[in-house]
Nanobody, 124 residues
Framework: VQLVESGGGLVQPGGSLRLSCAASGRTFINCHVAWFRQAPGKERDFVAAISRNNDDTYYADSVKGRFTMSRDGFNNAVYLQMNSLEPEDTAVYYC??????????????????WGQGTQVAVSS
């Protein structure tokens, strides 16, 4: 599975961005897909995920109500709509795929496939 993120950029606090993750490979339909983010000097943190089984979505408490994740199976892509952005959301955002585990795991060590990341900066 190859994953390519796009859509990052610089935005003012309160603004919005939409991240995209385009996938190649037929196995993408079998992925749990997640977004993680990593700020400088910090661990890679779980942001959101969508289940392979039923497209149920899961969110970190810090983004719940502001971020929305969705999947477009026809175009082999997932999206992360980010609203009401805060400076604390500044990070590199990564898309990841898990083919092995039954349940979605918030620990980034257990995700096998990764994109290269896209930078999001929230600043006035």
């Amino acid at each position: 599975v190859q994953l390519v993120e796009s859509g990052g950029g610089l935005v003012q606090p309160g603004g919005s961005l939409r991240l995209s993750c385009a996938a190649s490979g037929r196995t993408f339909i079998n992925c749990h897909v997640a977004w993680f983010r990593q700020a400088p000097g910090k661990e890679r943190d779980f942001v959101a995920a969508i289940s392979r089984n039923n497209d149920d979505t899961y969110y970190a408490d810090s983004v719940k109500g502001r971020f929305t994740m969705s999947r477009d199976g026809f175009n082999n892509a997932v999206y992360l709509q980010m609203n009401s952005l805060e400076p604390e959301d500044t990070a590199v955002y990564y898309c990841a795929c898990d083919l092995k585990h039954l349940y979605i795991d918030h620990d980034y060590h257990n995700w096998e496939w990764w994109g290269q990341g896209t930078q999001v900066a929230v600043s006035s």
